[in-house]
């Protein structure tokens, strides 16, 4: 039986980040996950830093935008109808949540996370030797209705107030900055101090390494053996069992498994995505992310070729998948960027794990001492990783905590 500091259990992205600020501080640390780090949800996303987001992702508000969705038209969002009375209180809470009052109150509560999103990450990559995944040169925003780009007018209003670069582009503003966009949309905002990577599960990977270069331990095991063993926590590996005083749950979406059976019952919901690379034709090429806000789907330039990203499925997390969004919205997609040859057979799906007010839950578990929790990064757990690992590592060391934990804490659901 081995013996460490701490355990986290989960090896995405924010695990992954927990266990290095834990080593960093000096805490003799063991990753736990049942496979490699990073490849699940941290493998799939569209590589997004956002160190820009002020809102939490809008709810359609439009009667004939809820018609496509309901009559399973709409390229953005897709849902499983036996998933519908599991997911609709849920929905009625994210509803409210970002309404004006609510979006404005995740800007205040989230803006401490966002707003170190870009440097946090640039720090793991110096000293982790990833700084070569890294692009500074923000994400562009497309928009293909006057009235849906002055629908944005709020939100610009507040990264004005708060300092924020962002920039509104005509069409052929947008060209310059992206050649092979063809002039499908009206508006376009560039958020340049957001950053992306050209490959996420290179970016965990290699905070696993330099994880285990300051002597953590990466093992294979299964989380939900979790339980507590003479006033310590133990978990099962394939090494054996490891024993710890303090746990770190970053099982993103896998966390509910482990916490229900420990009476922990947080209202966790899963927005499906999908992801398929194809070969740009000719010449063509972007040199940072565009996202169709019409359509909800992202053009991310990858290692891989160019990722598109879908919208939110709402769907049972292990229902099989069904990624119908392609076919609606690959027109669509086809028009703005000249997509050649589909690079694998298969699309690739994962699960974003959101609370009904998009904030993360990262802090101690209610009810079990040693036990802490750093997963429902919805959107954004490429991009809050780092930062929320180095919020984590803090509080479990006792340290000063860089900023006001309480309004990602667990006990917001009190009541
Ligand atoms: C299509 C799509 C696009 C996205 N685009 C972006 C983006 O551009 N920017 C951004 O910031 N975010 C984006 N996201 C969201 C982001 O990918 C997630 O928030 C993030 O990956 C969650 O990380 P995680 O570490 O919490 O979860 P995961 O990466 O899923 O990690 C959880 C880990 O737990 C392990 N695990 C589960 N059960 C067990 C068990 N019983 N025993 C042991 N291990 C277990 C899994 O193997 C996994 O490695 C996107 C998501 C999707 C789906």
């Given amino acids: 039986m081995a013996r460490t500091d701490a355990i986290v259990l989960g090896a995405g992205i924010v695990g992954t980040s927990a266990a290095l600020h834990l080593a960093k501080r000096g805490l003799a640390v063991t990753l736990v996950d049942r496979r490699g780090p990073g490849e699940e949800t941290s493998y799939g996303n569209a590589g997004v830093i956002e160190g820009n987001t002020l809102f939490p992702h809008a709810f359609p508000s439009g009667f004939g935008e809820l018609l496509r969705i309901a009559l399973k038209q709409a390229p953005e969002a897709n849902y499983h109808l036996s998933f519908l009375p599991k997911v609709a209180p849920w929905l009625l809470a994210y509803r409210s949540n970002t309404r004006l009052e609510g979006s404005l109150a995740f800007a205040e509560a989230m803006r401490p996370l966002f707003s170190r999103a870009v440097s946090e990450h640039e720090a793991l990559m110096a000293e982790a030797g990833a700084a070569r995944y890294l692009r500074k040169d923000g994400w562009i925003k497309l928009y293909r209705s006057d009235e849906a780009f002055e629908a944005t007018t709020r939100e610009r209003e507040l990264a004005v107030a708060l300092g924020l670069n962002q920039r509104a582009l005509s069409v052929d503003e947008t060209r310059v900055l992206e050649s092979s966009l063809m002039p499908v949309f009206r508006h376009a905002v560039h958020w340049p101090d957001a950053a992306s990577v050209s490959n996420p599960l290179a970016v965990t990977k290699a905070y696993a390494a330099r994880f285990a270069a300051l002597g953590g331990v990466v093992l294979n095991g299964d989380a939900q053996t979790l339980h507590r063993s003479e006033g310590h926590w133990r978990v099962e590996t394939d090494e054996g069992p490891v024993d710890a005083r303090e746990v770190v749950v970053a099982l993103g979406p896998w966390a509910p498994d482990l916490l229900g059976r420990l009476g922990i019952d947080l209202p966790l919901m899963f927005k499906r995505g999908y992801h398929r690379h194809f070969a740009p034709r000719g010449n063509a090429g972007l040199t940072r992310p565009v996202v169709d806000v019409a359509n909800g789907y992202c053009l991310a330039p990858m290692e891989q070729g160019i990722r598109l990203t879908t919208g939110a499925e709402f769907a049972a997390r292990d229902a099989a998948p069904t990624p119908v969004q392609f076919d609606r919205l690959l027109p669509a997609a086809r028009d703005l960027f000249p997509l050649g040859e589909q690079l694998e057979a298969q699309p690739w799906m994962g699960s974003r ?44 060391t006792g340290a000063v905590p860089f900023c006001d934990p309480a309004p990602y804490s667990a006990e917001r659901f009190n009541g």
Avoid: K, N
């Fill in 353 to 396: 794990p959101c609370f009904a007010d998009s904030r993360p839950v990262i802090g101690r578990a209610p009810g079990q001492p040693g036990l802490w929790l750093d997963y429902g990064h919805a959107h954004w757990g490429l991009t809050l990783g780092p930062a929320s690992g180095r919020l984590i590592a803090e509080m479990v």
